[in-house]
């Protein structure tokens, strides 16, 4: 059973920026793809950004792309660097890690999923 376990989240105006962390108790994250998702109440899951077993390749929602960065460490952490937050933004994030090397947008592609961390933006 690997234990998923995010953190960094908090509450920041907009246009601040925070840096999420995501620690899995197994080493199979480190040759499998992460990624990280949202969830706000009253809506559903959405994908936010991924990334490959060695960091090569990564995958960002439109809603995201050249605001958020995703990132690992040869540890297999992942990390989620968040800039220009938009109450928009506001939601519960979740890492997971995935079924293979690599991994996109379908939920179904991960196996492990943490807790979430909350983010919240206000205006």
């Known amino acids: 059973q690997v234990q998923v376990t995010e953190s960094g989240g908090g509450l920041v105006q907009a246009g601040g920026s925070l840096r999420l962390s995501c620690t899995a108790s197994a080493r199979t994250s480190t040759n499998n793809a992460m990624g990280w998702f949202r969830q706000a109440p009253g809506r559903e899951r959405e994908f936010v950004a991924s990334?490959?077993?060695?960091?090569?390749?990564t995958v960002y929602s439109d809603s995201v792309k050249g605001r958020f960065s995703v990132s690992r460490n040869r540890a297999g952490s992942a990390f989620l660097q968040m800039n220009a937050l938009n109450p928009l933004d506001t939601a519960l994030y979740y890492c997971a890690v995935g079924r293979s090397s690599y991994a996109g947008r379908d939920p179904g592609g991960y196996t492990y999923w943490g807790q979430g961390t909350q983010v919240t933006v206000s205006s």
């Open positions: 990334i490959s077993w060695n960091g090569g390749s």
